[in-house]
């Protein structure tokens, strides 16, 4: 069993930065791909940035791509999301999710673990 924690959420300005992490435990995720969500109000959750574990290769939203950066953590088990030049669009829900394969999947049914999210509220 994984259980995925996110922190690092909270609100910046317009053109802002902030990193996001995901520790997992219960397991080690050497063998996850891990993922990044985000759901806005009324809206349905999106794929943001994914990193795959055999190769490492990471895959971007169009809309992020640039601006966003997905790693691997310092810390064992954890994954990194760096938000720099946040935009209004940016503000969100954001969810860590893992998958026991190799390839980034950008649909969430995917995914079969999740964190519980921390919120990203961009401001004017």
């Known amino acids: 069993q994984v259980q995925l924690i996110e922190s690092g959420g909270g609100l910046v300005q317009a053109g802002g930065s902030l990193r996001l992490s995901c520790t997992a435990s219960g397991h080690t995720i050497y063998r996850y791909t891990m993922s990044w969500f985000r759901q806005a109000p009324g809206k349905e959750r999106e794929f943001v940035a994914g990193l795959g574990w055999n190769d490492g290769r990471t895959q971007y939203a169009d809309s992020v791509s640039g601006r966003f950066t997905i790693s691997s953590g310092d810390a064992i088990n954890s994954v990194i999301l760096q938000m720099n030049d946040l935009k209004l669009d940016d503000t969100a829900v954001y969810f860590c999710?893992?998958?026991?394969?190799?390839?980034?999947?950008?649909?969430?049914?995917?995914?079969?673990?999740w964190g519980q999210g921390t919120q990203v509220t961009v401001g004017s």
């Open positions: 999710a893992a998958r026991q394969d190799l390839r980034v999947a950008v649909t969430p049914p995917e995914y079969f673990y």
